[in-house]
């Protein structure tokens, strides 16, 4: 099989990032715009069985003018749209969850594209959903790594936005320090970062611009307990998708301490268990190549390929 992937033109989206990374774990021949001369590009694309079509959020140029990321001109120029699948990351982004905005699909990519992944809701008919999943660069643990940090609570940006970021960060830091506990709430390089995750127990995740966010599936990915605001991703919320013990969520502050309180004692008196079983699934069933399965398998279904 060979699969065409439109980049976006300058920086790319994470989701994205999933699917170049579980093209290359699955070992499907591709190539990407970003990495070609563009007309062997195009002619690579009207040749393969599939061709991704992957948002890009836009950017400033120069602080003045609104940079388009998504690169719609190649995508038209290859015309192609009977095996087109739309990749869609977008968000609402700053502090659009909080003022109840949605990210809304792409009209005119929903009508022309073949198939619509989106990462966030809504999704109306036709629009399937497709979150970030796990990439292999987000793994440090490893059987011999040792759990000796208790909590984990470093978030990147949006925090001005997104006050429950900051609360929840302040409660950790209290209740941590008057019961003993060791936690990690500072900003670090990214390799430092995946290193004191992996050694930690308890992993806790806030959505940024959007629900989905890349600190939900690293905390998953080093075998972490996951404390998250309650999940919206999928059309039920994760039911069957996102069913393990190692999951405890939260609507607010008030049950994030209810919540600690629990998680504490049950560190506190060394009866927390993250079962290598539950991880072992984990990883297959939401990682990057398992995304790109997804994708795959709805083009099958629907007779594109």
């Known amino acids: 099989m060979k699969i065409a992937v439109i980049t976006p033109i300058n920086k790319r989206d994470y989701l994205t990032d999933t699917v170049l990374d579980g093209l290359g774990e699955l070992g499907i021949d591709h190539k990407r715009s970003d990495k070609e001369e563009r007309k062997s590009f195009v002619a690579y694309a009207r040749e393969a069985e599939l061709i991704l079509f992957c948002w890009g959020k836009t950017v400033k140029k120069w602080r003045i003018f609104d940079f388009n990321n998504t690169n719609y001109l190649l995508a038209e120029e290859i015309n192609c ?47 399937l959903p497709l979150p970030f999943g796990i990439t292999k660069n987000m793994i440090a643990w490893q059987p011999d790594v040792k759990k000796d ?14 006050p429950l970021r900051w609360q929840v960060t302040d409660e950790l830091k209290r209740f941590c320090a008057a019961n003993n506990f060791s936690c990690v709430t500072e900003r670090m390089p990214k390799e430092e970062f995946l290193q004191k995750l992996a050694r930690s127990k308890v992993g806790i995740s806030v959505g940024g611009g959007g629900f989905d966010t890349l600190r939900f599936w690293e ?24 069913d393990y013990s ?10 994030f ?18 079962k290598i079983s539950e991880y072992q699934n984990i990883l297959p069933t939401h990682s990057s ?11 099958k279904d629907q007779g594109i390929i």
């Open 81 to 127: 749209w009977n095996k087109t699948v739309f990749i869609d990351g977008n968000e609402v982004g700053r502090d659009g969850r909080a003022r109840g905005l949605v990210a809304e699909p792409n009209r005119a990519m929903l009508k022309k594209c073949a198939l619509y992944f989106k990462r966030e809701k809504p999704y109306p008919p036709r629009v």
């Open 246 to 255: 190692r999951i405890w969520q939260f609507k607010d502050l008030a049950g």
């Open 289 to 299: 190549s398992a995304r790109v399965q997804i994708i795959i398998t709805a083009a």
């Open 219 to 242: 905390i998953l990915a080093n075998n972490c307990l996951l404390m998250t605001e309650q999940i919206d991703i999928y059309p039920d919320n994760g039911k069957g998708e996102l």
């Open 257 to 274: 301490r209810t919540q600690l309180e629990k998680i504490g004692n049950i560190i506190r008196s060394q009866a927390l268990d993250l």
């Open 149 to 162: 940090i208790d909590f984990f609570c470093v978030f990147g940006k949006h925090d001005e936005y997104l």
